[in-house]
Structure formats: structure tokens, C-alpha cells
């Protein structure tokens, strides 16, 4: 009995050990060399795990600056050329992502210095890392997995695409396990769960020696056969997240996100979400919004290009609302409350500023508006044949929603009489982008009358608006654009607000 259970233990612990012996000829000699830039990247951005970069480097450039000249040998299969010591994608010949591309614009590092500078290289791709995870709601190690998955140049749509993708990531986590490395490169062991991260039977796939892959799946030799990873978004704190079927949607290619696209769903909340799963539909939204109670779905990850608004998907994010826009009795209060939120939690993350937000009346059909004005319907994008969300959506409330915490203080005026100009004065013009309140409020008045003598507005894209008391919540006079004056308006409150907006252009 005691030979066996020796036996059974000899067999336990052998079972446990590596199939291979740690290899140092996979270790490059110039592989410590930039130890100080990855240093001082986690210094600047010490919410990346230590070793999570070496590991990108160590997967793509085995922790070597590469560097091409016309002498340079080129791939005989025509696998696109990664740069630098992160290894970037400059150009993916229209199947690879131009992650290159991406990591400049989300780090403001140039792609030639991405390319040809180390330090620059290392520290770009940090800054990119870190504003990823700053958006990201996941948590733990499936978090990071994400970032590195929206960062690899490698598309995702397959099941033969995922695995690899995720055999891009199988390594670097191989890499943060080992001690030789840690002990190298100044790491701890972060004790990842693998087989959790990718899935038990994913796992096995992975890591296995010899995988087959046809059209009726991957398997190992051992027989597990690997599904695709399910990649769970949450960009909007509070969302439910349901995926749209990976062929209804694509890579951004590195387009940064500059635009919100107002839809309705013609149809229900229920019916969008079903549809987008259709392998066949060829359509999806990032957002879906119920009527009753804003209730919100998130079906695309924002860094991914949803199919939406045409030949404007690549830099726009989609929000599909519960109705159809010729109908009443869809778009609720409860819908537009929810629905700013997602906008703004969106323009808060890409910089993009709620005062672009279209603010004109509702209409009917196609009106395509400049490129200056960053949230607006699917009617107003070039190149659309839709109108929605069409004559019932209330883009003056929108707009409030947007901006109401926004709102500069108004210039005070107390005076019983008096003369207003706009911004340019008497002769000159005003500006692009304003937004200016007046409130007249003279101490102890029944009513206050307002004289227009000149007016010129561009029409139908700048606005005054006149309100019978002191907020924009009191109630409106009238809404005046163009050329033709106001007259005499008088507010019986006792005071009136008057609000200008110019727009971008």
C-alpha cells in the first residue's frame, strides 16, 4: 500500500511539471536592453499589470526593435509586416487591422515614431492600453484580455479568426507565467487562471501540441474542440450585453470614433435584438433602447464598427430606438433620459462635445448635415436613403438633455431700458459655436418688452430662443432664425431669457 500511494504521488507530481524544459534560446540578447522604457511606462500607467507589455513584445518581436530597409526580407506568404518593438500593423492589406494607426491616435504619438522609436513605441502603447481599461466595466484578467484583443491587428469574426486571435493571446499569458521571465524582467507571478480566461475545453485546444482545423471546427488531438470566445462589451455602465452575430459587424481598421447616429428601429426593442443575431441580416447597432423604461442593450462593442449608417459606420457609434418614425407614442421620457445617458457617457469617453449635438426641429425626410455636427439622426448622414428617427423625435429636448449641465451664466441685465448686441457689436459679426444667454430681469417689473430693430441669423442653423421668465424652463415665446425680425415681444413674467446658439460652421 505504501509503494502505491508512492507510486500514485510520483505520478501526481509528474503529471504537474512542464511537458518541455524552459528554452533560453527563445530569449533574444537585446531583450533587456529597453527594461528602463518598460519601467518607466508602468511608472506613468500603473494600472498595467507588470510583464502585460513585455509579453505584447515578446509575442510579435521577442523583445526586439525591428526595423526594415529596402534589403529586408519580406514574407514569402505575404503576411503583413509588424513595426517596431510593439510589433504594429502599418498596413493590413484589408484583412488585418491597422492597429499602427489606432495606437497613434488613442496614444498622440506619430506612427513614424511608433515605428522607429523604442521609448516612444513602448510608452505609446501604454497610453493606448491605459485609456482602453479606463473605458472597460470587465474586471480581473478578462479585462485586460479585451484591451489586448482590441489592440492585436488580428480580426475576430470566425470561429478560425477567434482561435487566432486567442493563440496571440495563449502567448502572452504563456509568457507572464513563466519564472525565467518574471525573474528576467522584474514581474510577479499574477497566478492567471487560463483555463477560466479562454474556457476549460478552449484551453485545452491552445495549448495542445497538434490542432486541426477545418470547416466543421477545431479540435485537438486529444479531442476537445474549441468554440468561439464569447467577448463581452459593457461601454455603458449598466447595460445588458448581448452579442450580434459576428458577421453583422467589423473592425474600426484604427478610424477613431468622432459621431453618434440617432436611429429608430422601425420595429421592437425585442425584434432589433433578435435581427442583429441573423448571421444573414448584414445589420447591428451598438445600442438598442426599449420604449417603456429606456431599458438599454449593448450588441457591438464600441471599439468594433457596427452596420448602420453606411459608408459612415467606420467612425460613428449606433444607437437603435424602440419605434417607428411616423407613428406616435414611442419615444418616452424614460427612452430619452436613457438615451442621453449612453450618448454622454460615449462623447465623455471620444471627446466629443454635446454642443455638436443637432438641435434644430424635427422633420420629415433627408436633410444631410455638415460633418461639424457629431450627433444627429440617420437622416441627416451623406449618403443615406433613411429618415429617421423622423417627425416625432424632439431634438430641441434632446439637445437640452445633452447640455443642461452645461449652460454658462447669463449676462445680467437690471436696467429699464437699454440696447443689446450680439457678440460682434454693433457692425460686427458673431461667432461659430455660440452659445450666449441674456436675462432681463428689472427689479420690481410686472412685464419686460424687447424691440428687435436688426436681425440676421443664418437661417435654420442659428437660433435665438425667448423665454417668459428666468430659465429655459420657463415657457417659450418663440424660436427665430433667419432674417426676419421678431417685432415687439413682450413677457408678462417679469423677466426674459434670451438664448443664442450659432452652430459649428
Same mark, same amino acid.
Given at each position: 500500500?505504501?509503494?502505491?500511494?508512492?507510486?500514485?504521488?510520483?505520478?501526481?507530481?509528474?503529471?504537474?511539471?512542464?511537458?518541455?524544459?524552459?528554452?533560453?534560446?527563445?530569449?533574444?540578447?537585446?531583450?533587456?536592453?529597453?527594461?528602463?522604457?518598460?519601467?518607466?511606462?508602468?511608472?506613468?500607467?500603473?494600472?498595467?499589470?507588470?510583464?502585460?507589455?513585455?509579453?505584447?513584445?515578446?509575442?510579435?518581436?521577442?523583445?526586439?526593435?525591428?526595423?526594415?530597409?529596402?534589403?529586408?526580407?519580406?514574407?514569402?506568404?505575404?503576411?503583413?509586416?509588424?513595426?517596431?518593438?510593439?510589433?504594429?500593423?502599418?498596413?493590413?492589406?484589408?484583412?488585418?487591422?491597422?492597429?499602427?494607426?489606432?495606437?497613434?491616435?488613442?496614444?498622440?504619438?506619430?506612427?513614424?515614431?511608433?515605428?522607429?522609436?523604442?521609448?516612444?513605441?513602448?510608452?505609446?502603447?501604454?497610453?493606448?492600453?491605459?485609456?482602453?481599461?479606463?473605458?472597460?466595466?470587465?474586471?480581473?484578467?478578462?479585462?485586460?484580455?479585451?484591451?489586448?484583443?482590441?489592440?492585436?491587428?488580428?480580426?475576430?469574426?470566425?470561429?478560425?479568426?477567434?482561435?487566432?486571435?486567442?493563440?496571440?493571446?495563449?502567448?502572452?499569458?504563456?509568457?507572464?507565467?513563466?519564472?525565467?521571465?518574471?525573474?528576467?524582467?522584474?514581474?510577479?507571478?499574477?497566478?492567471?487562471?487560463?483555463?477560466?480566461?479562454?474556457?476549460?475545453?478552449?484551453?485545452?485546444?491552445?495549448?495542445?501540441?497538434?490542432?486541426?482545423?477545418?470547416?466543421?471546427?477545431?479540435?485537438?488531438?486529444?479531442?476537445?474542440?474549441?468554440?468561439?470566445?464569447?467577448?463581452?462589451?459593457? @461601454? /455603458?455602465? $449598466?447595460?445588458?450585453?448581448? *452579442?450580434?452575430?459576428? +458577421?453583422?459587424? &467589423?473592425?474600426?481598421?484604427? #478610424?477613431?470614433?468622432?459621431?453618434?447616429?440617432?436611429?429608430?428601429?422601425?420595429?421592437?426593442?425585442?425584434?432589433?435584438?433578435?435581427?442583429?443575431?441573423?448571421?444573414?441580416?448584414?445589420?447591428?447597432?451598438?445600442?438598442?433602447?426599449?420604449?417603456?423604461?429606456?431599458?438599454?442593450?449593448?450588441?457591438?462593442?464600441?471599439?468594433?464598427?457596427?452596420?448602420?449608417?453606411?459608408?459612415?459606420?467606420?467612425?460613428?457609434?449606433?444607437?437603435?430606438?424602440?419605434?417607428?418614425? @411616423? /407613428?406616435? $407614442?414611442?419615444?418616452?421620457? *424614460?427612452?430619452?433620459? +436613457?438615451?442621453? &445617458?449612453?450618448?454622454?457617457? #460615449?462623447?465623455?469617453?471620444?471627446?466629443?462635445?454635446?454642443?455638436?449635438?443637432?438641435?434644430?426641429?424635427?422633420?420629415?425626410?433627408?436633410?444631410?448635415?455638415?460633418?461639424?455636427?457629431?450627433?444627429?439622426?440617420?437622416?441627416?448622414?451623406?449618403?443615406?436613403?433613411?429618415?429617421?428617427?423622423?417627425?416625432?423625435?424632439?431634438?430641441?429636448?434632446?439637445?437640452?438633455?445633452?447640455?443642461?449641465?452645461?449652460?454658462?451664466?447669463?449676462?445680467?441685465?437690471?436696467?429699464?431700458?437699454?440696447?443689446?448686441?450680439?457678440?460682434?457689436?454693433?457692425?460686427?459679426?458673431?461667432?461659430?459655436?455660440?452659445?450666449?444667454?441674456?436675462?432681463?430681469?428689472?427689479?420690481?417689473?410686472?412685464?419686460?418688452?424687447?424691440?428687435?430693430?436688426?436681425?440676421?441669423?443664418?437661417?435654420?442653423?442659428?437660433?435665438?430662443?425667448?423665454?417668459?421668465?428666468?430659465?429655459?424652463?420657463?415657457?417659450?415665446?418663440?424660436?427665430?432664425?433667419?432674417?426676419?425680425?421678431?417685432?415687439?415681444?413682450?413677457?408678462?413674467?417679469?423677466?426674459?431669457?434670451?438664448?443664442?446658439?450659432?452652430?459649428?460652421?
Amino acid at each position: 500500500m505504501r509503494i502505491n500511494k508512492a507510486l500514485l504521488l510520483a505520478m501526481i507530481i509528474f503529471a504537474c511539471l512542464p511537458a518541455f524544459s524552459f528554452d533560453h534560446r527563445i530569449v533574444a540578447s537585446e531583450s533587456t536592453e529597453y527594461k528602463q522604457y518598460f519601467n518607466s511606462a508602468y511608472e506613468n500607467y500603473p494600472e498595467i499589470p507588470r510583464g502585460v507589455l513585455e509579453a505584447v513584445s515578446f509575442s510579435y518581436t521577442r523583445l526586439q526593435h525591428h526595423d526594415y530597409n529596402e534589403s529586408s526580407p519580406k514574407s514569402c506568404s505575404g503576411v503583413p509586416r509588424t513595426y517596431g518593438i510593439m510589433g504594429l500593423t502599418e498596413n493590413g492589406k484589408g484583412y488585418f487591422k491597422n492597429n499602427l494607426k489606432y495606437v497613434a491616435v488613442l496614444s498622440g504619438i506619430s506612427k513614424q515614431e511608433l515605428m522607429t522609436d523604442p521609448e516612444l513605441a513602448i510608452f505609446g502603447y501604454a497610453k493606448a492600453y491605459s485609456a482602453l481599461l479606463k473605458k472597460s466595466s470587465d474586471k480581473g484578467w478578462v479585462k485586460h484580455a479585451n484591451v489586448l484583443r482590441t489592440l492585436s491587428e488580428l480580426p475576430q469574426n470566425t470561429i478560425q479568426q477567434d482561435f487566432a486571435l486567442n493563440s496571440q493571446l495563449y502567448v502572452m499569458f504563456w509568457f507572464l507565467q513563466q519564472e525565467e521571465f518574471q525573474s528576467r524582467f522584474g514581474f510577479p507571478n499574477h497566478e492567471i487562471d487560463l483555463s477560466a480566461l479562454f474556457g476549460k475545453e478552449n484551453y485545452k485546444v491552445l495549448s495542445a501540441r497538434n490542432v486541426s482545423i477545418s470547416d466543421e471546427g477545431i479540435k485537438s488531438s486529444g479531442g476537445s474542440n474549441y468554440s468561439k470566445v464569447s467577448r463581452h462589451c459593457s @461601454d /455603458y455602465p $449598466g447595460s445588458i450585453w448581448v *452579442a450580434a452575430d459576428a +458577421s453583422n459587424f &467589423s473592425s474600426r481598421a484604427g #478610424t477613431s470614433i468622432s459621431a453618434i447616429t440617432i436611429h429608430d428601429i422601425e420595429g421592437t426593442y425585442a425584434g432589433a435584438i433578435s435581427w442583429f443575431q441573423n448571421p444573414i441580416s448584414n445589420v447591428s447597432a451598438h445600442y438598442c433602447l426599449r420604449s417603456i423604461d429606456g431599458q438599454v442593450t449593448q450588441m457591438v462593442c464600441e471599439s468594433d464598427k457596427a452596420w448602420h449608417v453606411g459608408t459612415e459606420n467606420p467612425y460613428t457609434v449606433g444607437l437603435e430606438h424602440e419605434g417607428k418614425a @411616423d /407613428y406616435e $407614442g414611442w419615444y418616452t421620457e *424614460a427612452m430619452y433620459q +436613457s438615451s442621453a &445617458s449612453v450618448c454622454l457617457n #460615449t462623447m465623455n469617453n471620444y471627446g466629443i462635445d454635446p454642443l455638436r449635438s443637432h438641435q434644430g426641429p424635427p422633420e420629415y425626410g433627408i436633410n444631410i448635415l455638415g460633418s461639424c455636427i457629431k450627433l444627429k439622426g440617420h437622416q441627416h448622414f451623406s449618403g443615406t436613403s433613411h429618415r429617421d428617427p423622423g417627425l416625432n423625435w424632439d431634438w430641441a429636448y434632446f439637445y437640452r438633455l445633452l447640455n443642461d449641465g452645461t449652460t454658462p451664466s447669463p449676462i445680467s441685465i437690471t436696467s429699464s431700458s437699454g440696447t443689446i448686441h450680439d457678440s460682434g457689436g454693433a457692425s460686427g459679426n458673431y461667432g461659430d459655436d455660440e452659445r450666449l444667454y441674456w436675462l432681463i430681469e428689472p427689479p420690481g417689473a410686472t412685464s419686460v418688452t424687447i424691440s428687435f430693430t436688426s436681425f440676421d441669423l443664418e437661417l435654420n442653423w442659428d437660433y435665438m430662443y425667448l423665454y417668459d421668465g428666468n430659465s429655459v424652463y420657463d415657457d417659450l415665446i418663440g424660436v427665430y432664425t433667419g432674417t426676419s425680425t421678431p417685432g415687439t415681444i413682450t413677457a408678462e413674467s417679469g423677466s426674459v431669457l434670451i438664448e443664442f446658439r450659432s452652430d459649428c460652421a
